[in-house]
């Protein structure tokens, strides 16, 4: 477990890994890395590994380290989240899921997806396209296409009701198509 750094201190290794310092960049990382898992797990069960999402949110926190400037006046965790929820996101949007999604819209999707869980535990029901569209400030159209987009994936290979034989890609596959020889030699 790495120490907590105090103000001066976080100003000190700004300024000298703004020159490009390692030894400060990595200091300044290591001393905030808890706060990559607090953020990390607000984006768990979203297709991608908790692990695999801390490890995008260290990448973040080395780019922040990276960047930091001191002279802003801003704390440097309150300037690293940013890159933090940047890394995480481009994770989800890369890897999260089998179609990938651009960066913007996986953010617009965040915001539904913790919308939608504060309306439903405000309403005790799941809340409308219409109310979703007016608490993230989308139009109900692109909510529900986001909505759409973001349903859970079919397996093909996935068993069909209690039956472990039986796969949903064969009510795709006809005799016929099974052998493509047939239709060649016709």
Do not use: M
Not at 63 to 83: C, H, L, M, N
Request: hydrophobic residues 40%; charged residues 30%; glycine residues 4%.
């Amino acid at each position: 477990r790495h120490e907590l750094i105090t103000p001066e201190r976080e100003k000190e290794l700004g300024a000298r890994a703004q020159k490009g310092d390692q030894e400060a960049i990595q200091e300044l990382a290591r001393a905030n890395l808890r706060f990559v898992i607090s953020v990390a797990k607000k984006y768990q069960n979203r297709g991608v590994s908790l692990t695999d999402l801390i490890q995008e949110g260290n990448v973040g926190l080395v780019t922040a380290a990276r960047k930091f400037d001191p002279e802003q006046g801003v704390k440097f965790i309150s300037y690293a989240v940013w890159w933090i929820r940047q890394a995480i996101l481009a994770s989800l949007a890369n890897h999260g899921r089998a179609v990938r999604v651009p960066l913007n819209r996986a953010s617009d999707l965040a915001r539904i997806f913790r919308e939608k869980e504060r309306l439903k535990q405000e309403k005790g029901r799941e809340p409308t396209t219409e109310e979703l569209a007016e608490a993230t400030a989308l139009t109900p159209e692109l909510v529900e296409s986001l909505q759409t987009l973001n349903a859970a994936e079919i397996r093909l290979d996935a068993p069909i009701g209690d039956s472990e034989d039986s796969q949903l890609v064969e009510r795709f596959i006809t005799e016929e198509a099974a052998e493509p020889e047939i239709e060649v030699e016709s």
